[in-house]
């Protein structure tokens, strides 16, 4: 399997699982801008939608769109999702409240919006964090354990820190609770990344 992914991108919510599950796997970091991979490729060879994450498989099958990407990996490790048919409908169901809502949420701070935009970006995705937290039902979203989509609002929360968007305390908690995890703290480094202040082992 190959991951194609970008630094700071979603697709860390799936190098992390790729990480910690300890299997061998490839990946590859693309320059978004020039949608060029770090060994030189045309990374619209890969995908035409050219943007990450991107996961091709064994067999050559490309498989985009975090949510699937993630979805497809909570299958193959149950222990990041679920075998019953409440639990993935569930995680499906967090997994698209990030994809469309809070992932585009941050759509002004990435792509140059106006202070005005920014700041009502901001309001509304502390509102969808907050909404996020109003469903724990643990330390994790699903009790005692993190799943994909646990992984995918840790990413979230990493642009909050980023962007200086507030969440709520819980969230604080859980970024911190899986910036501790080895597997995680690998991934960041492998990606080159700097983790926000409160993550920081000094702190
Ligand atoms: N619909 C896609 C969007 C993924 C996405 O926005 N990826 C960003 C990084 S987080 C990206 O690659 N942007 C570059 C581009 O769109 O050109 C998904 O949910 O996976």
Known sequence: ???YYCPWACSLAAHIVLTEVGEPFDSESVDLKK???ASGGDFNQVTPKGYVPALVLN???????????LYYLSTLYPAYGFDHALGRTRLLEVLSLVATEIHKGFKPFWHGGSEEEKAAASVRLTALFRQIEAGMEGDYLF???????DLYVFVMTLWAARFGVDIPERLVALRRRIGEREGVKATLR???MVMPKDMREES
């Open 143 to 149: 009790d005692a354990r993190p799943t994909v989509a």
């Open 190 to 192: 492998a990606e080159g």
């Open 35 to 37: 949608k060029v991979t």
């Open 59 to 69: 067999d050559g099958e490309v498989v985009t769109e975090n949510v699937a990407v």
């Open 1 to 3: 399997m190959k991951l």
